[in-house]
């Protein structure tokens, strides 16, 4: 979990190659500028992950990942498995950016660039992502609310609520969605969740307000000695 693979190369799976593996889960995970080479371009497909087991991918990105020499890669190849792909961005420069051989995987809430029509599954779409950076940092979603001139397609397209999307973070402690954000102002994810990778978001320290410390109360003593009665 929140984790890039960038600039790596390999003949298949150059940002990551998973096989038979059962129940392993890849969360809110970057892939983008991996690089496949070979011969065979069938081989080579797989550039962001090549999966040849029953896996989990969740809030995850694949973006400009290619093919040498090919061009355009696949982000993920599926082999002979069923894995379960969530609430993800697969959005490579042309062709389809999912490709399924002899598996059966299990796709929603998914922006997936097909060159024709849309991968079968509950919420999934084809539509630019559009992205924006945040300085050199690239990758995250438009909102207009920071001012970029249109909303990301990805905005609110998870189908749950960000709150109650809980993973195991890098840090060893279980975090949710809501701790994260798409956003160049980093502010928190909230509601409906949005898809594909996030950042953490800035969660400002409250400032202690100083409270006053009550005076006591002044307790009233008798001073007046009683005189002796004769």
């Not at 809110?28 to 090549?50: K, R």
Request: with cysteine; net charge negative.
């Amino acid at each position: 979990s929140d984790c890039e693979f960038f600039t790596n190369s390999a003949e298949r799976g150059a940002g990551l190659y998973v096989s038979g593996s059962t129940g392993t889960q890849v969360f809110n995970c970057l892939f983008h500028g991996n690089i496949t080479y070979g011969q065979n371009p069938l081989d080579q497909a797989g550039v962001g992950m090549y999966i040849s087991g029953d896996i989990g991918v969740f809030n995850c990105t694949f973006a400009n990942n290619l093919m040498d020499p090919g061009g355009t890669g696949v982000s993920i190849y599926v082999y002979n498995s069923n894995p379960t792909i969530r609430r993800s961005i697969l959005w490579e420069a042309s062709g389809n950016s999912l490709y399924n051989d002899g598996g059966s995987p299990n796709v929603s809430y998914c922006n997936i660039n097909m060159s024709s029509g849309t991968w079968p599954g509950t919420g999934n779409f084809d539509a630019n992502p559009l992205y924006t950076n945040s300085g050199n940092i690239p990758y995250f979603l438009s909102h207009v609310a920071t001012g970029q001139s249109s909303n990301s397609p990805c905005i609110n397209a998870g189908g749950g609520n960000a709150s109650a999307i809980v993973f195991l973070g890098a840090s060893g402690q279980n975090v949710s969605m809501s701790m994260y954000s798409t956003r160049t102002d980093e502010v928190a994810d909230s509601g409906i969740v949005d898809i594909g990778f996030h950042r953490p978001a800035f969660i400002p320290t409250p400032t202690p307000t100083n409270t006053r410390t009550p005076s006591p109360t002044p307790t009233m003593h008798n001073t007046n000695t009683p005189r002796p009665t004769n």
